[in-house]
């Protein structure tokens, strides 16, 4: 197993363009986690699954953003019309059950010129 | 909502030496648990230590430990014997021991701390 695995590593993308993410989690981990971080921030909760199910939203997360995790496998986080404001790393992490310890990807840097 | 705060943005220490970084939160809950992650440059984040609120003995991985004061609720990090590959952001989180309603266990994360390690 190699860890959590994000794709790209590094986009650059001009405004109003559609991105998308994709994170390949621990492949038995049921939980997986989108998270933002800015320059000079730690990172913020996005939203998280549990499987395949989309179980919560952070406020971050405007509607030009939406995230899948179909069959409870891989994720992907689309950006739709991205802002120059949107330029940040987007974290994956997963874990197994609800306790357990989040393990982070390297996340993908974007950049929105 | 529960906050965590790094009050130092950087920190220096001599290689062999010994260094203390300082996170605080605020939480009303009981149950929760508190973790330095390690983030090197342009590489994935890596827990370095957990702390159970439950627990009063401070963890300890190696060279590094942690001085827990649940009743202050302040969290601070000790590396001994600093190597340079300990250079990096280190980034305090807390966790809820019971999760949302919604069963998520999301890090909420501090601002972080960028340590250098002189040779």
């Known amino acids: 197993d190699t860890g959590v695995s994000q794709d790209p590593r590094h986009k650059i993308t001009k405004r109003g363009q559609n991105v998308t993410f994709r994170c390949d989690p621990i492949s038995e981990h049921n939980r997986l986690y989108w998270y933002r971080q800015t320059l000079g921030q730690g990172p913020e909760f996005l939203t998280y699954?549990?499987?395949?199910?989309?179980?919560?939203k952070s406020r971050l997360l405007s509607d030009r953003f939406s995230a899948e995790r179909p069959k409870g496998s891989f994720s992907t986080l689309e950006i739709q019309r991205t802002e120059q404001g949107d330029s940040a790393m987007y974290l994956c992490a997963s874990s197994l059950g609800g306790g357990a310890d989040a393990f982070f990807g390297q996340g993908t840097r974007l950049t929105v010129v | 909502a529960q906050t965590v705060t790094q009050s130092q943005p950087e920190m220096s220490v001599q290689e062999a030496e010994t260094v203390t970084l300082s996170c605080t939160y605020d939480t009303s809950e009981s149950d929760y648990y508190l973790f330095w992650y390690k983030q090197p440059p342009s590489r994935q984040m890596i827990l370095v230590i957990r702390?159970?609120?439950?627990?009063?003995q401070n963890a300890t991985e190696n060279r590094f430990s942690v001085n827990f004061q649940k009743a202050a609720k302040s969290f601070s990090l000790k590396i001994s014997d600093s190597q340079l590959g300990d250079a990096a952001m280190y980034f305090c989180?807390?966790?809820?021991?019971?999760?949302?309603?919604?069963?998520?266990?999301?890090?909420?994360f501090g601002k972080g701390t960028k340590l250098s390690v002189i040779p």
């Open positions: 702390q159970e609120a439950y627990k009063q």
């Open positions: 989180a807390y966790r809820s021991g019971r999760g949302s309603g919604a069963g998520s266990y999301q890090l909420t």
């Open positions: 699954f549990q499987n395949e199910a989309q179980l919560e």
